[in-house]
């Protein structure tokens, strides 16, 4: 397992924009699929974003399409989570979260919570109108 730690967040006006970054002490980091989620107020937790280890590819839960980027850089161990425009409705605590290392996760699985076995403390984002 890997040792996630976030960074980033906090309160907001709408329309703004916020990145955060997700540091792991393990070296296995780019053998990993991470992703992130979050929980809304009174919700559960939801996938927003995946990102897979080497190629790069990424997926997206459909609300956050066009305005949320993630990204990796298997150097530094770290994956990030830029947002842009920014709403109340994401408001929400955002988590990132990692594989095991070398298992696969799919277009069809990256938003179950089973398939990752790390996940870092968590990080609030507060959008207010």
């Known amino acids: 397992q890997l040792q996630l730690v976030e960074l980033g967040g906090g309160p907001l006006q709408a329309g703004g924009s916020l990145g955060f970054s997700c540091a792991s002490s393990g070296s296995t980091f780019s053998d990993c699929f991470m992703s992130w989620f979050r929980q809304p107020p009174g919700k559960d937790r939801e996938g927003v974003a995946r990102?897979?280890?080497?190629?790069?590819?990424?997926y997206y839960t459909g609300a956050v399409k066009g305005q949320f980027t993630i990204s990796r850089d298997n150097a530094k161990a770290t994956v990030y989570l830029q947002m842009d425009g920014l709403e109340p409705e994401n408001t929400a605590m955002y988590y990132c979260?990692?594989?095991?290392?070398?298992?696969?996760?799919?277009?069809?699985?990256?938003?179950?919570?089973?398939?990752?076995?790390?996940w870092g403390q968590g990080t609030q984002v507060t959008v207010s109108s």
């Open positions: 990102i897979s280890p080497i190629i790069v590819e990424t």
């Open positions: 979260a990692a594989a095991t290392r070398y298992v696969i996760v799919t277009s069809r699985n990256w938003y179950s919570e089973a398939q990752y076995s790390s």
